[in-house]
């Protein structure tokens, strides 16, 4: 007996041991670099007749689609920019650095980009460098656009803005689109209680859904150690007659749930946020199963407005790759650069720390137009007010919902 | 009618707990070892059958057979470096504690082979099921399949252990080592079999498990790996026809609370009932005596 205890107690610390490491994975480095802080300000005063605007991404390792996609596309941006005449009369120079998706490496970058002469900041891709750097732009008051840095803290400083909806604005965004394409009455919800960026969407959107034209009939929870059974939070949502089930998770989960929704026979709309990006890609995965899956995600490239189609057909011709969301929302953020510049009719011979005081006020009071949004506006705490926008699953491919 | 619904959805999910928690069961009936690495053999067993299914679009019944081989290898293998040498150390934790790193290691070695994507299997059992009273209620084909193989090899196991030669060695080693080996049995071979059995056990577990819940990843067999083992204990430990009917008694628990009370709480409950159970009645439902166990 008492041997069995202490096996059973080794088991339980076994158990903890092996959630503590599952809950762990995915987190980038997330501490700031400690060095090379001491480079002022004034190595940041431009060299005359050019703005230039610098970009950080993942240009190597597992995240390098994402940061090439930002560097590429902005650099697309600028091209365009020059060929038709610059920013106020002025020529933009482009730089782009690498952080490996390491936030340390990603302070490096900024700080290299510093000494070329940036003077404003497209960056980071990702939301632990973006948040890394803007310790430093924040120093250096210096105006950083992250295109993709969806966690909240990204624009904790206000000289950081987004182009993307931050991780929990989803939920709104979600909400709205709902509502406003009257895609259901009853709406149920399967969400993942143990993660942040899960459980952060659910909030939201059930706060917004008051007042909507539908009703949140059910709201189940699985956590990360227990996501194999669904069937139970399946029947439930069926039982209460949604039909339109929401689900604020990463593909992984959303795939079992398909699969185990389609044993029972249950078809409601799936409606996934930018987690669900990727469920084509799994695998072995039976892609009938998503038929019909919508998700929140601000492009769709085979979108036919205008900017849509020129912007795929560029990017195409010269970097050989359809663009992907990434893209469109870092040529945006440079597009949005430029607006905010015009407004307050600034000159490269600005210093860096009264363009980003001109730009931040610039950006409460402009609209821009973009790829991501035909009107995105901004809150002063580097909000982005736009227009959610959804794609659907048919066929087997992503084609835009609207 | 709906609580039918959810004791159905209890019975599936059951039915896998005790299909894992036969493997389970009986290495630690005759060896006395818990072997934690038994829900990575599953999943080390999912992994053959999804790339000879799935990537090189070979025969299910092969991929199958050629799971139960290599888990078999694997289960062989791993007693003979991992576990031998360790069974005379002076605490039996030595044992269990490489038992976890053996667990760790799997699940490292498929990451790096396999990486961390998720892969979605294809189910090995193409029957649908059948559906009841008015069409609401469906038990899925794997479901029935998994009891009915879950069955086959309870009766399979008790035949073998109490009609075989093999099999009285087995008990005999389970009673007492050093007896048994005053007897003139191989304790080193009786147990390398039994972790033969076993791991090729959790071959055909991990093809029921991954059809149920077509999910592949290295982490598959982790999870159902620990429930099983509260349905083991559960059931009593050691106990074979404990571990079939512990299996579908925690599945059915965990559904129902999940139905009833919430459904984030409901692996607290699962846990919450280990501890209960080995307060109250240590010996599980069915593990009466100890000389009854193997």
């Known amino acids: 007996m008492k041997k069995l205890k202490s096996i059973v107690s080794l088991m339980a610390a076994s158990a903890l041991l092996a959630g503590t490491i599952a809950g762990c994975g995915g987190n ?45 596309a902005a650099e697309l941006a600028v091209a365009e920019i020059n ?6 009369g002025y020529q933009v120079e482009y730089s782009k650095e690498d952080d490996e998706l390491n936030a340390e490496k990603s302070v490096n970058a900024y700080n290299t980009l510093k000494d070329w002469g940036m003077q404003v900041l497209v960056g980071s891709t990702t939301s632990a460098c973006s948040i890394a750097v803007s310790e430093y732009t924040k120093e250096d008051n210096m105006f950083q656009i992250t295109p993709s840095g969806s966690a909240v803290d990204c624009v904790k400083y206000d000289n950081v803005f987004r182009v993307c909806f ?70 439930k949502a069926k039982d209460a007659g949604a039909d339109l089930v929401f689900l604020p998770i ?95 009719g600034l000159t490269p011979d600005t210093s860096t720390s009264d363009i980003c005081e001109a730009l931040k006020s610039a950006m409460t009071e402009i609209e821009a137009s973009g790829l991501t949004s035909a009107k ?27 | 009618m709906s609580f039918l619904t959810y004791l159905i959805n209890g019975l599936s999910l059951g039915s896998i707990y005790a299909i894992i928690a036969l493997g389970y069961t009986m290495v630690y009936g005759i060896a006395k070892m818990l072997n934690f690495a038994h829900g990575d053999f599953i999943m080390v067993g999912c992994y053959v059958i999804f790339t000879i299914c799935s ?14 081989i290599i888990c078999t290898l694997l289960g062989v293998t791993t007693e003979r470096i991992a576990y031998r040498p360790l069974r005379g150390a002076a605490s039996p934790l030595a044992v269990l504690i490489t038992a976890i790193g053996v667990s760790y290691f799997l699940e490292n070695l498929a990451l790096l082979i396999f990486g961390a994507d998720i892969k979605s299997f294809s189910s090995v059992v193409k029957w649908n099921g059948v559906t009841l009273g008015d069409g609401s209620l469906r038990i899925q084909g794997v479901t029935i399949v998994t009891i009915a193989v879950s069955i086959v090899i309870l009766i399979a196991l008790q035949l073998f252990i109490h009609k075989t030669k093999e099999g009285q060695a087995m008990l005999a080693v389970a009673e007492d080592r050093g007896a048994a080996t005053l007897m003139g049995i191989n304790v080193n071979k009786t147990i390398t079999l039994t972790f033969a059995i076993g791991s090729a056990l959790a071959a055909v577990a991990g093809a029921l498990l991954c059809s149920a819940y077509p999910s592949l990843s290295p982490y598959t067999g982790a999870m159902p790996g620990i429930k099983a083992f509260v ?43 280990l501890v209960v159970v080995l307060l109250v009645k240590p010996t599980g439902i069915l593990g009466k005596k100890i000389q009854e166990k193997v």
Request: aromatic fraction near 10%; include cysteine.
């Open chain 1, 28 to 72: 980038a480095n997330g501490g700031a670099a400690g060095a090379d802080t001491a480079s002022d300000a004034q190595g940041t005063e431009s060299a005359g007749g050019v703005f230039k605007i610098g970009a950080i991404g993942p240009l190597t390792g597992g995240a390098a689609a994402y940061g090439n996609a930002v560097c590429n």
């Open chain 2, 231 to 273: 349905a083991a204990v559960l059931g009593g430990i050691g106990s074979i026809p404990g571990a079939m009917i512990g299996g579908l008694v925690l599945g059915i628990i965990e559904i129902l609370s999940k139905t009833y009370i919430s459904s984030q709480l409901s692996d607290a409950i699962v846990f919450g009932i």
């Open chain 1, 376 to 402: 995105m506006s901004w809150e002063a705490n580097g909000e982005p007010n736009k227009e959610p926008k959804a794609v659907v699953i048919k066929d087997g491919a992503y084609v835009s919902a609207d």
């Open chain 1, 83 to 88: 060929a038709a005449g610059g920013i106020n």
């Open chain 1, 250 to 344: 990463y593909y992984k989960d959303a795939s079992l749930i398909l699969t185990q929704a389609d044993t029972m026979g249950y078809k409601p709309v799936f409606f996934g946020v930018d987690g669900m990006d990727g469920i084509l890609t799994v695998e072995n995965f039976d892609t009938s199963l998503a038929e019909g899956l919508m998700l929140l995600t601000p492009f769709a490239a085979d979108a036919t407005d205008d900017l849509t189609v020129n912007f795929v057909k560029n990017y195409q011709e010269k970097y050989g790759e359809v663009p992907n969301q990434f893209a469109a929302d870092a040529y945006d953020a440079v597009f949005i650069i430029k607006q905010a510049i015009e407004a307050k």
């Open chain 1, 166 to 235: 931050s991780d929990p604005n989803q939920g709104i965004a979600s909400a709205q689109y709902i509502n406003d394409h009257n895609l259901a009455t009853k709406v149920g919800i399967i969400y993942d209680s143990s993660d942040v960026y899960s459980s952060g969407i659910y909030q939201k959107f059930v706060e917004e859904s008051n007042g909507k034209n539908y009703e949140v009939v059910s709201a189940e929870a699985f956590t990360a150690d227990n996501n194999t059974d669904f069937s139970v939070q399946l029947q």
């Open chain 2, 55 to 68: 990537t090189l679009s070979g025969n299910t019944f092969v991929g199958i057979i050629a799971a139960i």
